[in-house]
């Protein structure tokens, strides 16, 4: 989809993006004049082995980009680009949404996601990664709720045996103060601006008074509250 937004990127597959402009971490990158290496790929899970209808076992089974895909190609080549100083590099990780719309279509093993998110993130520790900002959901569900209690008890017992800072930014609680306050947030339209992500024919004309661009994907505005809100759990929470 070309989004109506020079702004939100271009049709080619490399440059698009699910949003009317800058994401949250881009706005981070800029506000810390840092230079960001977006290993992200749109509808990514954990682990494809992991849901039925992803799976490589299944064979109706459609592959998604993953956490061991992305991590992979971090590791063949990004943590050596612009010499990488681990010590003044802040490793963000957001993994759970699409992993919990998999979960439930057809079921699978939410144990197998959980599993290899906490490798991953180990094999980043053992690279010198000391620097981790893990994003929670902006909705609660019992199996990835599941994952990220157990991802924060992992971080916190590496904080504690070998001095791993991290901040976990649970975006559920930032989400849950917009819906009870949206006016406060300088929200006035539709919860969400566009009705699909393949039209803007009947979208709101004004996306940036919408909390969600395209259903289940923030607005430009809302990306710049994440990156707020996450600058402050950073400064007040870290550990």
């Known amino acids: 989809m070309h989004p109506p ?24 990158a800029a506000d810390f004049n840092a230079k960001l290496l977006d290993y992200s790929w749109g509808g990514a899970i954990i682990d494809n082995f992991a849901y039925n209808t992803t799976t490589p076992l299944n064979r109706t089974g459609i592959q998604r980009s993953d956490f061991v895909a992305q991590a992979g190609l971090f590791f063949l080549q990004g943590k050596f680009l612009d010499a990488l100083t681990p010590s003044s590099t802040l490793y963000a990780v957001a993994f759970g949404i699409n992993d919990d719309g998999q979960f439930k279509i057809a079921g699978g093993d939410i144990n197998i996601s959980i599993n290899t998110y906490l490798a991953k993130l180990g094999e980043l520790q053992a690279s010198d990664a000391r620097n981790i900002l893990i994003h929670g959901m902006y909705t609660t569900h019992p199996e990835t709720d599941l994952l990220q209690s157990t991802v924060f008890s992992y971080l916190r017992d590496s904080h504690a045996k070998n001095g791993t800072h991290f901040a976990f930014v649970n975006l559920n609680h930032l989400f849950n103060a917009i819906a009870a306050s949206p006016a406060a947030f300088g929200y006035s339209g539709n919860a969400t601006c566009l009705v699909s992500a393949n039209t803007i024919v009947g979208g709101c004309a004004d996306p940036d008074r919408s909390v969600f661009y395209i259903p289940g994907h923030p607005s430009m505005q809302t990306h710049g509250l994440i990156n707020q809100y996450t600058q402050a759990v950073i400064s007040r929470c870290v550990v």
């Open 5 to 28: 937004l020079p702004s939100a990127g271009s049709r080619t597959s490399q440059n698009r993006r699910a949003t009317n402009g800058f994401m949250w971490s881009e706005r981070l």
